[in-house]
């Protein structure tokens, strides 16, 4: 009828070499997993890497080897060897040279073979493709490899900011008591959180909206003081870019999700996607793609003259409408929340 499957292939071989040896469906598998799978330079402490082999058919394992590519430009012109085992050195010594390098494997000719790496310097993470290779003897005794390969990133420039704004937070003090408090109560449960599920993370810095026209929106709960970049990075982090409002009635939406979600008592600004970096008399441009934005819809009086407010927020004040507000350090009577838009995927 149909093309032999997998079984009926097995069954053949199984007539061949059913007198010696047993057979079964799975085919010969190398798997390695990486964890933490995104390294924040400074935060990130280790990292492990298990490559295992499973028995499939009828093998003897050779060898388990783990390497990393060189430079993160010329994957596949070369790998550096982390360590390796084989079945020739005796009690199936692991090779590495390496310091800060814990290895420990479980080495068998059948069943489940697997070689441990855990890195312990967070000064020697690297990010990049790592690579597990096992080689092994086939069923007629010619020698075989499998590979595969986890890819550890790194985070954006724009967000490693944030983690180093954070880091140096963590050193001075310098910013004022209740200033302090808002800010690093957000930035706090980002570092304590971030090796939680990112969802879980995410659910402790943001409230989330209902669903509008394909998007959700996230309002951070904690207020900003310092910089709407660290707001960008942050939105980052979750998938997402500072909402872009497009019309009068996404507006709405976001005022109604806004007013649901903030203290009346306070002026707030929201910073939402938009920057102009040539002062008032500039285009406003959209800070993820730099396109110029065709919706603008300004609080009476706004864009004001201030030389230094080139960034778009929504203001309490006003309405919720359009104003220009400073980037960077804004009044603490009135706090600024940031609102992300993670686009839902199809
Ligand atoms: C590596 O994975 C294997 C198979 O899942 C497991 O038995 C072993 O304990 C793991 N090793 C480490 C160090 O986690
Ligand atoms: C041990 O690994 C190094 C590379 O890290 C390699 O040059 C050397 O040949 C290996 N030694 C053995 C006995 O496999
Ligand atoms: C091992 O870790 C220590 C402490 O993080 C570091 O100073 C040293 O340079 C590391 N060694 C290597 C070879 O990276
Ligand atoms: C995390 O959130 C995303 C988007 O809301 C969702 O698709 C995914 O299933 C969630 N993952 C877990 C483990 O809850
Ligand atoms: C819904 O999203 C599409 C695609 O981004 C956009 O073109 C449209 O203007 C949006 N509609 C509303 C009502 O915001
Ligand atoms: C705001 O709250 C009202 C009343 O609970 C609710 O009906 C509405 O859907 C909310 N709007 C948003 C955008 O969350
Ligand atoms: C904006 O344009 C007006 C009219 O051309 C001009 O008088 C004003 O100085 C400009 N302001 C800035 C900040 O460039």
């Known amino acids: 009828m149909g093309e032999p499957n997998s079984r009926q292939l097995c069954l053949a071989s199984l007539l061949l070499f059913v007198l010696i040896h047993s057979c079964k469906i799975a085919a010969q598998n190398v798997a390695v997993t990486a964890k933490p799978d995104i390294i924040l330079k400074g935060l990130t402490t280790s990292l492990a890497f298990n490559c295992t082999f499973e028995d499939g058919a009828v093998y003897s394992l050779v060898s388990l080897k783990v390497s990393r590519a060189l ?30 390098l814990t290895v420990s494997s479980s080495f068998a000719a059948s069943g489940l073979s697997f070689l441990s790496l855990v890195w312990h310097s967070s000064d020697d993470l690297w990010t990049g493709t790592y690579k597990c290779e096992a080689d092994f003897l ?11 390969s986890a890819y550890v990133s790194g985070v954006s420039h724009e967000s490693q ?39 879980q993370t995410r659910d402790i810095i943001f409230t989330q909206s209902q669903e509008f026209n394909g998007s959700i929106y996230l309002l951070s709960r904690a207020n900003v003081f310092d910089n709407t970049g660290v707001a960008q990075a942050i939105c980052e982090i979750y998938d997402s870019k500072l909402a872009e409002i497009e019309s009068n009635e996404e507006l709405e939406f976001v005022q109604d999700f806004m007013k649901n979600n903030t203290d009346l008592f306070y002026f707030y600004y929201i910073i939402i996607g938009g920057v102009n970096n040539e002062g008032v008399n500039g285009t406003w441009v959209s800070p993820d793609s730099g396109l110029p ?52 995927q199809e």
Not at 72 to 100: C, D, H, K, P, W
Not at 138 to 148: F, I
Not at 297 to 326: Q, R
Request: proline share 3%.
């Open 71 to 100: 430079n993160s430009e010329t994957i596949g012109q070369g790998y550096e060897e982390l360590a390796s085992v084989n079945s020739f050195s005796s009690s199936n010594l692991v090779n590495t040279s390496r310091e800060n």
């Open 138 to 148: 086939d069923l007629t005794g010619h020698p075989k490899q499998v590979s595969n």
């Open 161 to 199: 900011m944030l983690v180093d704004e954070i880091l140096s937070l963590k050193e001075e003090n310098k910013v004022r008591e209740t200033e302090a408090l808002s800010y690093k109560e957000l930035l706090l449960s980002f570092i304590a959180s971030w090796n939680m599920k990112k969802n």
């Open 293 to 344: 934005l065709d919706y603008l819809n300004w609080a009476p009086g706004y864009p004001n003259k201030d030389t230094y407010a080139k960034c778009l927020g929504l203001w309490s004040y006003v309405d919720w409408k359009m104003v220009n507000v400073n980037c960077f350090k804004e009044s603490l009577d009135w706090p600024k929340k940031f609102i992300c838009e993670r686009t839902l």
